[in-house]
């Protein structure tokens, strides 16, 4: 079965531009989560979808969106880029909503987000 | 969540198992215990996960005490592409209201 795949691997941009991010979660996983991981700040929660619904979003601006379609693939939208939001930025899919089972996470790769 | 306590960094022969502790003292009934790992420049791995009883999959197997306030990951024929940082964690749900959260987690090195 193939894993979670996430594009493009590879970002850069300039402070100001926007950018969108894709995630194709494994077959047959309903949920998709997103996560931002940097040296720092470590592994942070961004947001989770579950059947085109946002379920849960973490601490950040409004800046940061996302959306899922109806064959579960999502994506992630970052507006007026800032040098603060490079990072990591992973997707991970669950067969059911994290929020309410166990059903362990299988990340992705990442999207290594460069903004100059 | 509970809170986890890992060595920070292990040794490893290739070849050989690679036992892995955490300890978890302060488990609730509800809380699984998961491990997940990172290797340089990819995304975290899942590995395995339980509440009580022993799990086995083809990466690893799961040893819980009886009280549930430690385990241990067994990798059983360890080779150089499971050098990583492991990730224990104890948790209710794999996601959540605060999604999922790394500690600092052990750097295990697999030596040729």
């Known amino acids: 079965k193939a894993g979670v795949t996430q594009t493009p691997r590879y970002l850069i941009k300039t402070r100001g531009q926007q950018v969108t991010l894709s995630c194709s979660p494994i077959?047959?996983?309903?949920?998709v989560s997103w996560y931002q991981q940097t040296p720092g700040q470590g592994l942070q929660f961004l947001f989770e979808?579950?059947?085109?619904?946002?379920?849960n979003k973490g601490n950040f601006p409004g800046r940061f969106s996302g959306r899922q379609f109806s064959n579960s693939r999502s994506e992630m939208n970052v507006s007026t880029l800032e040098l603060g939001d490079s990072a990591l930025y992973l997707c991970?899919?669950?067969?059911?909503?994290?929020?309410?089972?166990?059903?362990?996470?299988?990340f992705g790769n990442g999207t290594r987000l460069t903004v100059t | 969540d509970a809170k986890t306590t890992q060595p920070t960094s292990m040794d490893c022969a290739e070849g050989r198992a690679a036992n892995l502790p955490c300890n978890h003292s302060?488990?609730?009934?509800?809380?699984?215990v998961y491990w997940y790992r990172q290797i340089h420049s990819q995304g975290p791995q899942y590995i395995i996960h339980?509440?009580?009883n022993n799990e086995t999959n083809e990466m690893a197997s799961l040893i819980i005490t009886e009280d549930r306030k430690s385990s241990t990951l067994i990798l059983p024929h360890a080779t150089l592409r499971d050098t990583a940082v492991y990730y224990c964690?104890?948790?209710?749900?794999?996601?959540?209201?605060?999604?999922?959260?790394f500690g600092k987690g052990t750097h295990l090195i697999i030596q040729p």
């Open positions: 991970a899919s669950s067969l059911e909503s994290s929020q309410t089972f166990n059903s362990p996470l299988h």
């Open positions: 077959s047959g996983h309903r949920s």
């Open positions: 979808y579950f059947s085109e619904t946002q379920r």
């Open positions: 302060t488990i609730s009934g509800n809380e699984y």
């Open positions: 339980g509440l009580k």
């Open positions: 964690i104890v948790r209710v749900r794999s996601g959540g209201a605060d999604g999922l959260t």
